[in-house]
């Protein structure tokens, strides 16, 4: 059974950082592809990340120079760092995992960034 738990969402002060974790555990591979997404409230879910199995890392425009993707391979954990965190960055932060022809998804955490 493979399980994602997202974890290291809060409240932050707008200008703060955080850095969100994604780890996996049950039969995955290291270099899975991942992706966080992002859904605040009364829009849609948005691609925010991702990191293809080759390490390469893609960014939504309003967060690139802002977020960072990276992983642990040998945690099976992926991490978002959020700088200069925004009002209009809240949200549940999820993320998503794809290993062989399956998808996972966390259950989400919440980013709330005050002004």
């Known amino acids: 059974q493979v399980q994602l738990v997202e974890s290291g969402g809060g409240l932050v002060q707008a200008g703060g950082s955080l850095t969100l974790s994604c780890a996996a555990s049950?039969?995955?591979?290291?270099?899975?592809?991942v992706t966080w997404y992002r859904q605040a409230p009364g829009k849609e879910r948005e691609l925010v990340a991702q990191i293809t199995s080759g390490g390469s890392a893609n960014y939504a425009d309003s967060v690139k120079s802002r977020f960072t993707i990276s992983r642990d391979g040998g945690k099976k954990t992926v991490y978002l760092q959020m700088n200069s965190l925004k009002p209009e960055d809240t949200a549940v932060y999820y993320c998503k995992r794809i290993s062989g022809w399956a998808a996972y998804w966390g259950q989400g955490t919440q980013v709330t960034v005050s002004s």
């Open positions: 049950g039969r995955i591979f290291d270099n899975d592809p």
